[in-house]
């Protein structure tokens, strides 16, 4: 276990209660009927899980690292361990910017081809296929299925 497992699991947890209690503030309905923090409520439950089965974990390793006599190491963080984080939350922030100008499912496959060239770039082609297609199912699913109005932009179906 290292102390920054320990820290992200307590931050996550703590987290999660604020936006579960929170959730709770707006209601969340039903199944058939569910309100506006049915959707919030499921998440931090989640979360919470999460983090709590990471927590337990790294609580048990501890424990054995201990009768190791074993001590408990800080990571040293440097730019190879937050490049990848931090340009997924500047591809997240351009992707709130320009969703409503170009459109979902432009503003999706961009988002998606960033993230999969940021993360497990394969070849390019592949990239871009995978990328179309997450974008093209998503537009199926919340726009089709689930009657989801998205910015149209660009494309207007």
């Known amino acids: 276990m290292n102390l920054l497992n320990l820290t992200t699991s307590l931050f996550l947890i703590g987290f999660s ?58 990571p040293i963080v440097n730019w190879e361990h937050l490049k990848k ?8 922030a351009v992707y709130a910017l320009i969703i409503e100008g ?5 503003a999706t496959f961009l ?3 960033v993230m999969i060239v940021t993360f497990e770039s ?14 093209s199912i998503s537009f199926i699913i919340f726009d089709r299925w689930l009657q989801v109005r998205l910015p149209p932009g660009l494309l207007v179906m």
């Open 122 to 135: 394969k070849k390019w082609y592949k990239d871009l296929l995978i990328a179309a297609l997450v974008a």
């Open 17 to 74: 209660v604020v936006v579960f209690l929170a959730s709770l503030k707006f209601g969340f309905g039903d199944l058939q009927n569910p309100g506006p923090g049915f959707m919030a409520l499921l998440c931090s439950v989640l979360l919470f899980s999460l983090s709590l089965v990471v927590l337990i974990t790294d609580l048990t390793r501890l424990k054995k690292k201990k009768d190791d006599q074993e001590e408990m190491k800080v």
């Open 85 to 92: 984080p931090i340009i997924l939350v500047v591809a997240l």
């Open 111 to 113: 988002l998606t081809f």
């Open 102 to 106: 170009i459109g979902f499912v432009i």
